[in-house]
């Protein structure tokens, strides 16, 4: 952005209106966040774990963020056992980065995921739920597309937005969520 916001309400909307464009703008440099899980199966102890994954969609009113997986994957099985999660998200272009504190579910069935299935199933995306294997598993050769039982959506209920914007001016950070906005030290 070419002028700087002033107040943390203009910040909050925007920071709310790039998600939403991210979500449908497939070279947004938030299209493609750092999903951050906590892993407590680990024999040595808890561990976070991190991944990119693609956004998909966007609900500002219910302040939710959506992302796909395969249900089989490490992500949907900590988050099974943790549903907490962070999603960092940083853009060169605005100097931002913002961390989503959220909650997550995730769904297998149903008829929202069938909506969601039914517009991708036709996608190129759609082949990475249609293996017969886990994501992971060792191939001997590659394997065809069978049903979409994996497919699963994430839904992460946004409780807490740390934003930070680093400028030659001064960098700045705010907090959103509960109690209430308000600024912070970078």
């Known amino acids: 952005m070419l002028n700087r916001l002033a107040t943390l309400e203009e910040i909050e909307q925007a920071v709310w209106l790039e998600l939403r464009r991210a979500s ?7 299209r493609t966040p750092v999903l951050a ?23 500002i009113n219910a302040m939710e963020l959506v992302i796909y997986s395969d249900s089989r994957t490490a992500k949907a099985q900590q988050l099974s056992r943790h549903p907490a999660a962070v999603l960092v998200f940083w853009s060169t272009r605005l100097g931002w980065q913002v961390r989503c504190r959220a909650g997550c579910l995730i769904e297998t ?12 199933r036709q996608s190129a995306s759609a082949r990475d739920y249609l293996s017969a294997l886990a994501p992971g598993t060792p191939l001997e050769t590659p394997s065809g597309p069978t049903q979409r039982e994996s497919f699963a959506a994430v839904t992460a209920r946004i409780e807490r937005i740390d934003w930070l914007e680093l400028h030659r001016h001064g960098h700045r950070r705010a907090v959103f969520g509960k109690p209430a906005a308000h600024w912070v030290q970078p």
């Open 37 to 59: 899980t906590v892993d407590g199966s680990d024999a040595a102890g808890v561990w976070p774990d991190a991944r990119t994954v693609v956004l998909r969609e966007v609900d």
């Open 24 to 30: 449908h703008d497939k070279h947004h440099e938030w």
């Open 109 to 120: 069935d149903g008829p929202a995921v069938s909506s969601r299935w039914q517009r991708i």
